[in-house]
């Protein structure tokens, strides 16, 4: 699937708490290098902090708790 597919299917598997994103660390965090991303490792967690979290989730019409996920993979797999 493209990158943005993967991205969204990526942060289907976040945390979220009110400053961050948390992730596991799996072969996908390659994509938020690409991206140019600021992102930390913390044992077997990508982090990706307050201000750099909530431009990534914006840019992608997400909300901060992730609620609307499912329907932006949705779309992204209906235009494939």
Known sequence: SPPFGKLLVY???AK??????ILPVTEDKRILELLGL????????VVIERDD???LLTS???????ANIQRQVQVV???L
């Open 11 to 13: 942060l289907e598997k």
């Open 16 to 21: 979220t708490t009110e400053s961050k994103i």
């Open 38 to 45: 600021p992102h930390k490792v913390s044992g077997d967690y």
């Open 53 to 55: 979290a909530l431009a």
């Open 60 to 66: 992608l019409g997400l909300d901060s708790n992730l």
């Open 77 to 79: 797999n209906s235009k």
